[in-house]
T-cell receptor, first 108, second 114 residues
Framework: AQRVTQPEKLLSVFKGAPVELKCNYSYSGSPELFWYVQYSRQRLQLLLRHISRESIKGFTADLNKGETSFHLKKPFAQEEDSAMYYCALMNRDDKIIFGKGTRLHILP | ETGVTQSPTHLIKTRGQQVTLRCSSQSGHNTVSWYQQALGQGPQFIFQYYREEENGRGNFPPRFSGLQFPNYSSELNVNALELDDSALYLC?????????????FGPGTRLTVT
């Protein structure tokens, strides 16, 4: 079965503290993995994809095939990071499967 | 370059009715995907259209149907509405060519079925 699991519905982190949003996937083969973000009153947008191996807004994510994980990390949280984050995978048919999302709340 | 737009923003329908939702793709994009996002859930893939042909479908019944037009705008039609169809409906456009591509999402249409 193709599935994306985000175990935390809500994650509260103090400003300046490290952030880790967990994502595990189930997929036979090599999926393409993404993190999408939705800020308050804005549309869903791509944050980063694993093949780019880039850092966007200080966030990085490393694909761990052994653990089938793609956790999103940032060393120092900022208040503007508060948003809904969705982990997603693209299967070989180019269809995107989303997790249920984690709401990140940055505390002042 | 204009972004993805959807209409209407929200609407209320009665169980058993039919509804049509519209999506205007980003300029230059040839693919549109539709998603259903129930409250507290991630978006669920409904179907995708590529160059006016259905190009994959998620786990949704046939009463969910779609169209893509030559200008790459798109419609999602839902017949015989059920209460569980209440959700935010998102469309996303992209350009499918060589290599990986990015989907650009619209703001969504919130459908309430009573």
């Amino acid at each position: 079965a193709q599935r994306v699991t985000q175990p935390e519905k809500l994650l509260s982190v103090f400003k300046g503290a490290p952030v880790e949003l967990k994502c595990n996937y189930s997929y036979s083969g090599s999926p393409e993995l993404f993190w999408y973000v939705q800020y308050s009153r804005q549309r869903l947008q791509l944050l980063l994809r694993h093949i780019s191996r880039e850092s966007i807004k200080g966030f990085t994510a490393d694909l761990n095939k052994g653990e089938t994980s793609f956790h999103l990390k940032k060393p120092f949280a900022q208040e503007e990071d508060s948003a809904m984050y969705y982990c997603a995978l693209m299967n070989r048919d180019d269809k995107i499967i989303f997790g249920k999302g984690t709401r990140l709340h940055i505390l002042p | 370059e204009t972004g993805v737009t959807q209409s209407p923003t929200h609407l209320i329908k009665t169980r058993g009715q039919q509804v049509t939702l519209r999506c205007s793709s980003q300029s230059g994009h040839n693919t549109v995907s539709w998603y259903q996002q129930a409250l507290g859930q991630g978006p669920q893939f409904i179907f995708q259209y590529y160059r006016e042909e259905e190009n994959g479908r998620g786990n949704f019944p046939p009463r969910f149907s779609g169209l893509q037009f030559p200008n790459y705008s798109s419609e999602l039609n839902v017949n015989a509405l059920e209460l569980d169809d209440s959700a935010l409906y998102l469309c996303a456009s992209s350009y499918q060519g060589l290599g990986p591509y990015e989907q650009y999402f619209g703001p969504g249409t919130r459908l309430t079925v009573t």
